[in-house]
């Protein structure tokens, strides 16, 4: 069968279709590039916010217009949470809620039996006009690796933790293999992620920190990454993994805060203060050296106040956060929150979110220009459309003589260690794709670093 595959949403979502890509390969399957081409479609819908809901349904609408006889999977915790709605959209023929979603693979072939059954009486004409490009297929430097599902956390603006269900954790000799194969395959990233990742073994009797250490131990793939981690659950000592990784382990954390004061943060029910944020923050700073640091802000949560949103604005602006992911408070039906007193107007969380805008524009500037000068390693991943930029300065070639390389060279984008976005001129015939090579930072240009490749 040709399958296409999209998803929306978390790294989690990504992690998971990629995992589905691996395996209907490994079953003899294709992987359609577009949904046009395909026999059936698998959504991994998204219901974090109003916002992601609303996509996700009209997603599964766009692949129901561009193949009106394929068939329609849709999984994911939108589908979890609405599976009513999910099956009323048109061509969805499987509703799989996250609790079965492991078992994707038998689903697909189940259904793939029964209406290759069905399809040898009837022949329909596929509807190119809408046809979506498979994502799944951009040629990926860094490979998201599933190592835990769930939460037991009951934040109370989170959807997640009610569509992800409880803490459970893949063994950690499943994920050794799993990455040394995405290593195999030529990956040289394997970014770790989950629910809530601090909570990985939580039903083994294991830990994160033991997960890191057997993949640091058990594995040579060049990166291992952490995505999001939440700022509790963490041993003290879980930051000295990184003196012992050689580099291998990235120095950047992206640690959700959600809100820089104590009365925002009771309310919420997280599980931690401002002060527990900062202290693991220095130290993080004190066992990781060239460390960055992003995290996640709610804008207008109920009941926050002017002076609230106030020592939120100060608390990132202490922290010196190297990029806001700011998202306004969106009430999610099924959360404590939507049921709280004072709850901030549309156009006031708007406006809250945008002055937090702004100010990851600063904080993220700030941190950028701190590196400028230093050397760090760079995944390079694409090369962008433009050849080389004309404000790109002279590259020094062999004893430092400027290159120039005309209208074939091109403008590379990849990542450093720690996570920040760089830029390089190449010659032409020069693919840097994949390659991790040293990169001198030498100047900030717009969200990102220009730079000068250092071998
Ligand atoms: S810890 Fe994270 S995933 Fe868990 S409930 Fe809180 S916000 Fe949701």
Redesign the pocket.
């Known amino acids: 069968m040709r399958i296409y595959l999209e998803t929306l949403g978390c790294r989690l979502n990504y992690a998971e279709m990629a995992a589905l890509g691996r395996q209907l390969a490994g079953a003899g399957h294709e992987l359609a590039a577009s949904a046009a081409e395909a026999d059936m479609c698998v959504l991994n819908s998204c219901t974090v916010t109003a916002e992601a809901a609303r996509q996700s349904r009209q997603l599964a609408r766009r692949l129901a217009r561009a193949n009106p006889a394929g068939r329609l999977i849709v999984t994911g915790c939108y589908a979890t949470l609405e599976g009513e709605a999910v099956a009323q959209l048109p061509n969805v023929a499987l509703v799989v809620g996250n609790a079965r979603k492991d078992g994707l693979l038998a689903l697909v072939q189940e259904l793939g039996d029964r209406q290759n059954a069905k399809c040898k009486s009837q022949i329909a004409v596929p509807n190119t006009q809408y046809a979506t490009r498979n994502t799944q297929h951009a040629p990926r430097t860094r490979a998201f690796v599933k190592v835990q599902d769930g939460?037991?956390?009951?934040?109370t603006?989170?959807i997640?933790?009610v569509a992800?269900g409880d803490e459970r954790s893949r063994p950690i000799a499943e994920i050794v293999a799993e990455v040394n194969a995405l290593h195999a395959e030529g990956y040289q990233e394997a970014v770790l992620t989950g629910?809530?990742l601090g909570g990985y073994g939580s039903d083994l009797g294991s830990t994160p920190a033991a997960l890191v250490a057997a993949l640091l131990t058990e594995t040579t793939i060049p990166r291992l990454r952490l995505s999001s981690l939440?700022p509790f659950d963490l041993a003290p000592d879980f930051f000295d993994l990184w003196g012992t990784s050689a580099g291998r382990l990235m120095p950047h954390l992206h640690l959700?805060a959600?809100a820089g004061s104590d009365a925002v943060l009771r309310r919420m029910a997280?599980r931690n203060r401002v002060a527990d944020f900062e202290a693991l923050v220095a130290a993080a700073r004190a066992a990781i050296p060239g460390l960055t640091i992003t995290t996640d802000l709610i804008a207008g949560f109920p009941g926050e106040t002017e002076d609230d949103f106030a020592q939120t604005v100060a608390f990132a602006r202490r922290i010196g956060f190297a990029h806001l992911h700011v998202f306004p408070y969106s009430p999610r039906e099924g959360t404590a929150a939507t049921r709280f007193a004072g709850q901030v107007s549309e156009a006031e969380r708007k406006r809250r979110a945008h002055v937090l805008g702004d100010l990851d524009a600063e904080l993220g500037a700030i941190v950028r220009a701190s590196f400028v000068g230093q050397t760090r390693p760079v995944l390079w991943e694409n090369k962008e459309a433009s050849p080389v930029a004309p404000f790109c300065p002279p590259i020094l070639g062999e004893n430092n003589a400027p290159q120039n390389w005309g209208d074939e060279g091109g403008v590379w984008t990849g990542l450093t260690d720690n996570y920040l976005r760089v830029l390089t001129a190449a010659p032409a015939g020069m693919d840097l794709h994949n390659r991790i090579t040293p990169a001198r930072l030498l100047r900030v240009e717009g969200d990102a670093l220009w730079s000068i490749i250092d071998e």
Not at 151 to 155: D, F, G, T, V
């Open positions: 939460c037991r956390n009951r934040c603006f989170c997640v933790t992800r629910v809530h939440e959700p959600q997280r």
